[in-house]
């Protein structure tokens, strides 16, 4: 499977703050990303796909201009909180798409990033 | 509706037992695709099994197997002889409107099983 990284693993911020978090596929090249978010004993909802050269697409209920994608690259992308708030605290993981036989893509994860806004 | 639902919220298990968990689904698209993850208690999510609906034969990947019951629209996931080291949550998951080569859309999760394998 693919190898996925995300950086930083643990954040701490001011309410107020700004913080990037890092995806990166390491063996593949994605043009497609995706960024989930889980609060504390729930389930992962997806936010938002990521897609390389153009502009992310967003779930309903999520602010794009909170919540900024960028997909510079086949294996980077980014997801930047503006304006952090402690109700945006949460576990924020992205997860990339390898093709497999016929329909039979998976996803593989990245390892998370537990943000804490005080 | 939800999409995904997980009846069991936890399960205790006996080491070595076999131990089903289960999952059905809604959808309305012919094409789609059913996926069990684990999380531990790192939060990493490890796939562990994918079976397509158009499959025709249940997926197995070592000691998990999916019982794909397209009719019922459920997808349990079967896990031989447990050990310690499942302790974890297990979350079912779906992508719709799969087509060859792409189709790219996020999975929509259930809301997990708490599975704990008891020495």
């Known amino acids: 499977g693919a190898v996925v990284s995300q950086h930083p693993s643990w954040v701490i911020c001011k309410s107020g703050t700004s913080v990037k978090i890092e995806c990166r596929s390491l063996?593949?090249?994605?043009?497609?990303m995706f960024w989930y978010r889980q609060f504390p004993k729930q389930s992962l909802m997806l936010m938002a796909t990521s897609n390389e050269g153009s502009k992310a697409t967003y779930e309903q209920g999520v602010e794009k201009d909170k919540f900024l994608i960028n997909h510079a690259s086949l294996t980077l992308s980014t997801l930047t909180v503006t304006s952090a708030h402690p109700e945006d605290s949460s576990f924020y993981i992205c997860?990339?798409?390898?093709?497999?036989?016929?329909?039979?893509?998976?996803?593989?994860f990245g390892p998370g990033t537990r943000l804490l806004v005080l | 509706a939800q999409k995904i639902t997980q009846t069991q919220p936890g399960m205790f298990v006996q080491e070595k037992e076999a131990v089903t968990l289960d999952c059905t689904y809604d959808?309305?698209?012919?094409?789609?695709?059913l996926f069990w993850y684990k999380q531990p208690s790192s939060g990493e999510m490890i796939f562990l099994i994918y079976?397509?609906?158009?499959?025709?034969q249940n997926a197995t990947e070592g000691r998990y197997s999916l019982n794909f019951q397209k009719a019922r629209k459920s997808a349990n996931l079967v896990i031989s002889a447990s050990q310690l080291g499942d302790s974890a949550m297990y979350f079912c998951a779906m992508r719709e409107g799969l087509t060859t080569g792409g189709g790219a859309d996020g999975l929509t999760f259930g809301k997990g099983t708490h599975l704990i394998i008891q020495p």
């Open positions: 997860s990339v798409i390898t093709p497999g036989q016929g329909a039979g893509e998976t996803q593989y």
């Open positions: 959808t309305s698209d012919p094409s789609y695709g």
């Open positions: 063996d593949f090249q994605a043009t497609t």
């Open positions: 079976q397509g609906s158009y499959d025709q």
